[in-house]
């Protein structure tokens, strides 16, 4: 069944392109899509809604967020690449679970940072901390997306494949300057050893080395858009910063700002 498998993933990820999903999505959702493809050893022609519902109900989730991308991956399979219709099968999705973003302490991650003698490695951490980029938007800096005359940063096709501006603080701006002198990066702003971007791997890695093994990257975004919270910023401007869709998501940090819940008159 290679032949077989091979040849419906290419018309799989042909569509996942077609409809501009990102690199990212694509490989996850092909991996994902390929298992399946796989386990079940029909012609497309002959697939029904029991093979997708039965699969979904025996396979080892290992988490909330992988049962989501199984999910998606095979009603997109379902829908775009076979043509069948939605109603036919039940996609369910399992309770999301509400967990509030961990945040680090401002005074500790300022004091840590500034012990980080790499200039890469304090860049990289700095910038993300300063404006509360996602990894990948680290990664897929660009040095031109760095505007010193306007004191901005443009985000070009990030999550959602949305582009957006941040402001740049005259402190990171210094930072990247002595940064660029001593690195001269060539395209991407932070270059990989062997390759043109740095990794997200090598992101989440440099966290665990100066802020401490039980962080990850992804706390620096909460830690910032909190901070940003704490100094009276208006939750619009965050949520534009933060690239939110809804000021819902922005407003998770409500619950977690030390200085919002000291504000709060308790009966006794």
């Known amino acids: 069944m290679s032949y077989l498998s091979n040849n419906i993933l290419k018309i ?12 990212h999505t694509v490989r996850d959702y092909s991996h994902y899509f390929k298992k399946f493809i796989d386990h079940i050893g029909k012609y497309p022609q002959h697939l029904t809604a029991k093979d997708f519902e039965n699969y979904l109900l025996s396979y080892p989730f290992s988490s909330l967020s992988q049962q989501n991308q199984v999910i998606n991956a095979l009603k997109f399979g379902y829908e775009k690449v076979l043509n069948k219709k939605y109603n036919k099968i039940d996609f369910k999705r399992p309770r999301s679970e509400k967990h ?87 395209t991407y702003l932070f270059n990989g ?16 080395k100066y802020i401490g093994d039980k962080y990850h990257f992804h706390q ?25 869709k809804s000021s819902k998501t922005t407003e998770i940090y409500t619950h977690v700002s030390n200085q919002v819940l000291s504000k709060v008159s308790l009966p006794i």
Do not use: W
Not at 12 to 21: A, D, P
Not at 201 to 206: A, G, R, W, Y
Not at 220 to 244: C, M, N, P, V, W
């Open 100 to 186: 509030l973003p961990q945040v680090i302490d401002k005074d500790y991650l300022i004091g840590q940072i500034s012990k980080i003698n790499n200039l890469k490695h304090k860049a990289i951490i700095s910038l993300a901390y300063s404006v509360g980029l996602r990894v990948s938007e680290i990664c897929n800096l660009k040095i031109q997306d760095i505007d010193s005359d306007r004191m901005i940063i443009n985000i070009i096709q990030a999550k959602g494949k949305k582009d957006r501006v941040v402001p740049l603080s005259s402190n990171i701006l210094k930072l990247l300057r002595q940064y660029f002198k001593q690195y001269r990066p060539k």
């Open 193 to 208: 050893q062997n390759s043109l971007k740095y990794s997200h791997t090598s992101c989440n890695k440099l966290v665990k």
């Open 12 to 23: 799989y990820v042909e569509k996942l392109k077609y409809f501009n999903y990102s690199d």
């Open 220 to 244: 620096l975004r909460h830690s910032a858009f909190t901070y940003l919270l704490e100094a009276g910023t208006d939750i619009r401007i965050i949520q534009k910063i933060a690239g939110h």
